[in-house]
C-alpha cells in the first residue's frame, strides 16, 4: 500500500484506475478498505483515491497527539497536494463525509463537489453508543488487552442492528481495521465528531452537494439528511435508501452506486 509524507504525519492509501480523479473517505473505525467495492466497480471509470485518516488504517497513529475533526479537514489538501491533485469531487462515509464537508467549506477552491454517506452534519445525531465510545474510560474498557475482547463481543452483538444484510462483513471489516487504531484515536475522534455542528456552516456551500443516507442507520440518525433537502444547503439532492444502514454501499450496492454515479455526473 503506497504512503506519503504530510507536515503531518505519514498518510497511507489506495489508490486504483484511470480517469477523472475522486477521493473518498471512510469513517469511524474503518480504512480506506470501506470502499473495496466502490472501487472495484467503478475503477474502469475514475482514478480513485481512498485514503487512511490519522489514527486508522496503515496511516500515522503513534507520533501524534491528536485526532480530531480539524486534524482530519487539514489532512485532505495536504494529501493532495503530496499527488499533485488540484480540484476534484469528494465522498465521505460517516466521519468522513463531516470531513469532506469541512474540506468543502474551508477549501472550496479544492472540492469539485462534495458528497456526505450516513453523516452527521450536527454531531448530536450521533447514537448513544458512539457518545459513550467518546470517553476514555469506555474506550480502556473496550480495548483492553491484545485481543480487543470487550470491542469484538461489542461489535458482535451491535453487527445485526447496523448491517442488517451483511453483519459478518460488518464485524469482519471493524475487527481487522482495529489494528489501525490507538485508544486515543478511537476516542478522541468520536469525541471531536460529537462536538462538530455544521449546520449553519453548510448553508454557505456553493458546489454541488449530495447527502446519501440508509433509513435504517442506527449509527448516525437518518434524519440528518434533511440539511440536503428543502434548500437548506442551496442546491443540494438529498437521497434516502429505505433498506440501507449505516453502510448504504454494503447493504444496498445497486441503489448505492446509482446514487454514486448521480453525483459524479453532478
Given at each position: 500500500?503506497?504512503?506519503?509524507?504530510?507536515?503531518?504525519?505519514?498518510?497511507?492509501?489506495?489508490?486504483?484506475?484511470?480517469?477523472p480523479?475522486?477521493?473518498?473517505?471512510?469513517?469511524?473505525?474503518?480504512?480506506?478498505?470501506?470502499?473495496?467495492?466502490?472501487?472495484?466497480?467503478?475503477?474502469g471509470?475514475?482514478?480513485?483515491?481512498?485514503?487512511?485518516?490519522?489514527?486508522?488504517?496503515?496511516?500515522?497513529?503513534?507520533?501524534?497527539?491528536?485526532?480530531?475533526?480539524n486534524?482530519?479537514?487539514?489532512l485532505?489538501?495536504?494529501?493532495?497536494?503530496?499527488?499533485?491533485?488540484?480540484?476534484?469531487?469528494?465522498?465521505?462515509?460517516?466521519?468522513?463525509?463531516?470531513t469532506?464537508?469541512?474540506v468543502?467549506?474551508?477549501?472550496?477552491?479544492?472540492?469539485?463537489?462534495?458528497?456526505?454517506?450516513?453523516?452527521?452534519?450536527?454531531?448530536?445525531?450521533?447514537?448513544?453508543?458512539?457518545?459513550?465510545a467518546?470517553q476514555?474510560?469506555?474506550?480502556?474498557?473496550?480495548?483492553?488487552?491484545?485481543?480487543?475482547?470487550g470491542?469484538?463481543?461489542?461489535?458482535?452483538?451491535?453487527?445485526?442492528?447496523?448491517?442488517?444484510?451483511?453483519?459478518?462483513?460488518?464485524y469482519?471489516?471493524?475487527?481487522?481495521?482495529?489494528?489501525?487504531?490507538?485508544?486515543?484515536?478511537?476516542?478522541g475522534?468520536?469525541?471531536?465528531?460529537?462536538?462538530?455542528?455544521?449546520?449553519q456552516?453548510?448553508?454557505g456551500?456553493?458546489m454541488?452537494?449530495?447527502?446519501?443516507?440508509?433509513?435504517?442507520?442506527?449509527?448516525?440518525?437518518?434524519?440528518?439528511?434533511?440539511y440536503?433537502?428543502?434548500?437548506?444547503?442551496p442546491?443540494?439532492?438529498?437521497?434516502?435508501?429505505?433498506?440501507?444502514g449505516?453502510?448504504?454501499?454494503w447493504?444496498?450496492?445497486?441503489?448505492?452506486?446509482?446514487?454514486?454515479?448521480?453525483?459524479?455526473?453532478?
Amino acid at each position: 500500500m503506497p504512503q506519503i509524507v504530510t507536515p503531518q504525519g505519514v498518510v497511507h492509501y489506495e489508490a486504483a484506475g484511470s480517469g477523472p480523479p475522486v477521493i473518498l473517505i471512510h469513517g469511524w473505525t474503518q480504512a480506506w478498505n470501506t470502499w473495496r467495492s466502490t472501487i472495484e466497480t467503478y475503477q474502469g471509470q475514475y482514478r480513485m483515491y481512498a485514503p487512511d485518516l490519522w489514527g486508522f488504517g496503515e496511516s500515522d497513529k503513534d507520533r501524534r497527539e491528536s485526532f480530531l475533526v480539524n486534524d482530519f479537514i487539514e489532512l485532505i489538501p495536504q494529501f493532495m497536494d503530496a499527488l499533485g491533485i488540484g480540484k476534484v469531487p469528494i465522498m465521505g462515509h460517516s466521519m468522513g463525509g463531516t470531513t469532506a464537508l469541512g474540506v468543502a467549506l474551508k477549501y472550496p477552491e479544492r472540492v469539485r463537489k462534495v458528497a456526505t454517506v450516513g453523516s452527521p452534519v450536527d454531531g448530536r445525531s450521533l447514537s448513544i453508543f458512539l457518545k459513550l465510545a467518546a470517553q476514555r474510560f469506555v474506550a480502556s474498557v473496550m480495548l483492553a488487552g491484545d485481543s480487543n475482547l470487550g470491542l469484538r463481543t461489542f461489535i458482535r452483538l451491535w453487527s445485526p442492528f447496523v448491517s442488517r444484510q451483511n453483519p459478518d462483513l460488518f464485524y469482519k471489516m471493524t475487527i481487522e481495521n482495529s489494528a489501525g487504531f490507538s485508544i486515543d484515536s478511537f476516542f478522541g475522534s468520536i469525541r471531536s465528531l460529537w462536538h462538530t455542528d455544521l449546520r449553519q456552516a453548510v448553508k454557505g456551500l456553493r458546489m454541488p452537494s449530495m447527502g446519501i443516507y440508509g433509513m435504517r442507520d442506527v449509527i448516525v440518525m437518518p434524519n440528518q439528511v434533511k440539511y440536503f433537502e428543502n434548500g437548506h444547503i442551496p442546491g443540494a439532492t438529498g437521497i434516502r435508501i429505505q433498506n440501507a444502514g449505516h453502510f448504504a454501499m454494503w447493504d444496498t450496492p445497486k441503489t448505492f452506486n446509482k446514487a454514486f454515479q448521480q453525483f459524479m455526473d453532478m
